[in-house]
T-cell receptor, first 114, second 112 residues
Framework: DQQVKQNSPSLSVQEGRISILNCDYT??????FLWYKKYPAEGPTFLIS?????DKNEDGRFTVFLNKSAKHLSLHIVPSQPGDSAVYFC?????????????FGTGTRLTVIP | DAGVIQSPRHEVTEMGQEVTLRCKPI?????LFWYRQTMMRGLELLIY????????DSGMPEDRFSAKMPNASFSTLKIQPSEPRDSAVYFC??????????FGSGTRLTVV
C-alpha cells in the first residue's frame, strides 16, 4: 500500500515556465517531507525538504509547499531549465514510522523543453 | 569523499542463480538502507541497518532475499535463487543519525 503517492508519472514544461510537481500522502504521522531528484544511471539526490511545522520552504528556484490538512505537498520550480529534466521523488518520514525510514512515491518524470 | 559505492553497476544473471549486490557506505554514517526501484512501486525500502544491526527488514519480499552488514564499511544484499520478477534497480543509501540520505548509483539487475 503506497503511503506516498505521485499520481502524475510525467510532466512536460517549456523552459522558463513554472513546473509544479504534486505529492499526496496518507499517513498522518509523517512530519518530515523531502524531494529527491534522479538523473538516468545515477542515484537520487536530495533537493529540498520541509518540516510539518512549516507550510513553505524556499531554496533558490525551488519551493516546497505543504498542506497538512489535505495531506498534500508540491514542488515548484521557477523558472524551469532544461537541466531540471529528471525524475523527481517525493518522500516522507515520521518519528512514529521511524525517523530514518523514508517512504517514497513512484516518481514524476519532468521534461523541460528548450 | 567518494560517496556511497555500489557494485556491480549492472548484473545479468539466469533465473535460479545466486546474486550478490555490494555496498560501501559513507564513512561515519550510522544508517544503511537497501531500496529497490520499479516502475510500479517506485522506491521501496527493503531493509535498513543502524550501527551494523538490522532494524527493519519488513520490506524484504521473500526468504530468497537476505542482507548482511558485517562491519561499518560494507553491506551485501543477496538473492538466492533469483527470479525474473527480481529485475529492478537496487539502491543502497547511507545517512548520519538525522534524516539525510546519500544514495549510491544503483545496481541494475536483470534476471533472464
Amino acid at each position: 500500500d503506497q503511503q506516498v503517492k505521485q499520481n502524475s508519472p510525467s510532466l512536460s514544461v517549456q523552459e522558463g515556465r513554472i513546473s509544479i510537481l504534486n505529492c499526496d500522502y496518507t499517513n498522518s504521522m509523517f512530519d518530515y517531507f523531502l524531494w529527491y531528484k534522479k538523473y538516468p544511471a545515477e542515484g537520487p539526490t536530495f533537493l529540498i525538504s520541509i518540516s510539518s511545522i512549516k507550510d513553505k520552504n524556499e531554496d533558490g528556484r525551488f519551493t516546497v509547499f505543504l498542506n497538512k490538512s489535505a495531506k498534500h505537498l508540491s514542488l515548484h520550480i521557477v523558472p524551469s531549465q532544461p537541466g531540471d529534466s529528471a525524475v523527481y521523488f517525493c518522500a516522507a518520514s515520521g518519528r512514529q514510522t521511524g525517523a530514518n525510514n523514508l517512504f517514497f512515491g513512484t516518481g514524476t518524470r519532468l521534461t523541460v523543453i528548450p | 569523499d567518494a560517496g556511497v559505492i555500489q557494485s556491480p553497476r549492472h548484473e545479468v544473471t539466469e533465473m535460479g542463480q545466486e546474486v550478490t549486490l555490494r555496498c560501501k557506505p559513507i564513512s561515519g554514517h550510522d544508517y544503511l538502507f537497501w531500496y529497490r526501484q520499479t516502475m510500479m512501486r517506485g522506491l521501496e525500502l527493503l531493509i535498513y541497518f543502524n550501527n551494523n544491526v538490522p532494524i527493519d527488514d519488513s520490506g524484504m519480499p521473500e526468504d530468497r532475499f537476505s542482507a548482511k552488514m558485517p562491519n561499518a564499511s560494507f553491506s551485501t544484499l543477496k538473492i538466492q535463487p533469483s527470479e525474473p520478477r527480481d529485475s529492478a534497480v537496487y539502491f543502497c543509501a547511507s545517512s548520519p543519525s538525522t534524516v539525510g540520505y546519500t544514495f549510491g548509483s544503483g545496481t541494475r539487475l536483470t534476471v533472464v
